[in-house]
């Protein structure tokens, strides 16, 4: 089986519905996930609405694909992307596709390319359709790249920076949703591999991500959540490295 990062990933940016202002930590977070064989982006560049992309394209190598407005009101991006995906999908040069939109109307290609094996990730904004995002392997908010870990306290008052509008808070439906997801893969004495519950977790909420929360990592947001969870680190043999468990706490 290949390494992560050995994924080749066909990066396909929209740029009608996706800020420029981020796309170094788009970039940075796409490398975690493999390698960006691809990189295209969508657009009519006779427009000033797509201006502030340009220095971007050659800062990091992003080849733009022009799509002249034929028709007033609709969006011939859309279709040109759709076009090139399905084209190089069937080149076979590529182990996963990443979409990076805010746009519902990518919702059929993302299940046509995951019909076909591929891996998929969106990105996109928070206001990205449902649809779209749950037919991703994984989607990724760009309002939580790059963004500051927020502090967490017992006493989080009104004073927070505005900066925390963007976390989620957390309920009783995700904390259900951590605990059926311990559950469906725990052992007979209730304890649960913590990287197995979290990959479990994105295949039934695929925007999940510990930053959406405010922590930058899984394994500190179980934590915090203490009164309801017990955490195990164990120590592998003859290594520095610590499997971290989790169970239900009774």
């Known amino acids: 089986m290949r390494e992560k990062n050995d994924l080749k990933l066909a990066v396909l940016i929209d740029a009608d519905n996706i800020p420029y202002s981020n796309i170094k930590g788009m970039l940075d977070e796409i490398a975690k996930l ?13 427009k000033p609405t797509v201006s502030g992309w340009k220095p971007a394209l050659l800062e990091h190598a992003i080849t733009p694909i022009q799509q002249y407005s034929y028709t007033s009101g609709k969006n011939a991006t859309d279709s040109a ?28 290609l ?26 991703c392997d994984k989607f990724i908010y760009i309002e939580i790249i790059d963004a500051k870990e927020i502090p ?3 006493k989080v008052t009104t004073s927070i ?13 995700f904390i259900q949703l951590l605990k ?13 591999f ?18 959406n929360y405010g922590f930058p990592k899984l394994t500190p947001l179980i934590k915090s959540l203490h009164e309801h969870f017990d955490i195990d680190e164990r120590e592998v043999e003859k290594t ?7 169970k239900i706490k009774e």
């Open 34 to 46: 493999g390698t960006p064989t691809i990189k295209r982006i969508y657009g009519d560049w006779t």
């Open 152 to 154: 967490k306290t017992k």
């Open 161 to 173: 920076p505005t900066e925390t509008a963007k976390i989620d808070s957390i309920d009783n439906t």
């Open 240 to 246: 520095h490295i610590k499997h971290i468990y989790v």
């Open 194 to 211: 913590l990287a197995e519950v979290g990959s479990l977790i994105i295949k039934k909420k695929p925007d999940f991500d510990p930053r």
């Open 180 to 192: 059926s997801s311990i559950e469906d893969i725990a052992d007979d004495n209730g304890w649960a």
């Open 110 to 135: 993302a299940t046509r390319l995951r019909e076909s094996g591929m891996l998929v990730i969106g990105i996109g904004e928070k206001k990205t359709p449902k649809p779209f995002i749950v037919a």
């Open 81 to 108: 992307m759709i076009i090139d995906a399905m084209d190089i999908l069937h080149s076979q040069k590529v182990d996963g596709f990443c979409l990076v939109s805010s746009d519902s109307d990518f919702t059929r």
